[in-house]
């Protein structure tokens, strides 16, 4: 079953990174307890400019995260983010075996 890498990145203002990393504290909890993979990573060179990277582990996997009832426990958290980034680009690819 092949895997699918999802990140999204985008950048956040200097003053609201606190504000960001509570919001993203729940989120990398959220997935600690789940079958994906997540990481954040901070961009080297560019201060406050992130990348949030999941690994699904499966097509269906990550079709069923769109699902608003699959992320309820962290919606709000995911709001808080996305209302604070800027420039925000999405990447998908598809595992190959």
Same mark, same amino acid.
């Given at each position: 079953?092949?895997?699918?890498?999802?990140? %999204?990145?985008? !950048?956040?203002?200097?003053?609201?990174?606190g504000?960001?990393?509570? *919001?993203? @504290?729940?989120?990398?909890?959220?997935?600690?307890?789940?079958?994906?993979?997540?990481?954040?990573?901070?961009?080297?060179?560019?201060?406050?400019?992130?990348?949030?990277?999941? %690994?699904?582990? !499966?097509?269906?996997?990550?079709e069923?995260?769109?699902?608003?009832? *699959?992320? @309820?426990?962290?919606?709000?958290?995911?709001e808080?983010?996305?209302?604070?980034?800027?420039?925000?680009?999405?990447?998908?690819?598809?595992?190959?075996?």
């Amino acid at each position: 079953m092949a895997r699918v890498h999802f990140s %999204v990145s985008y !950048s956040i203002a200097d003053g609201k990174r606190g504000e960001y990393l509570n *919001a993203i @504290a729940n989120v990398r909890s959220f997935y600690a307890n789940t079958d994906v993979d997540f990481a954040l990573f901070e961009v080297k060179g560019k201060h406050n400019h992130f990348q949030e990277v999941y %690994v699904f582990p !499966s097509h269906e996997a990550y079709e069923a995260s769109d699902d608003p009832e *699959a992320t @309820a426990a962290i919606s709000a958290s995911l709001e808080k983010i996305y209302s604070l980034a800027k420039d925000v680009r999405y990447d998908v690819a598809n595992e190959i075996i």
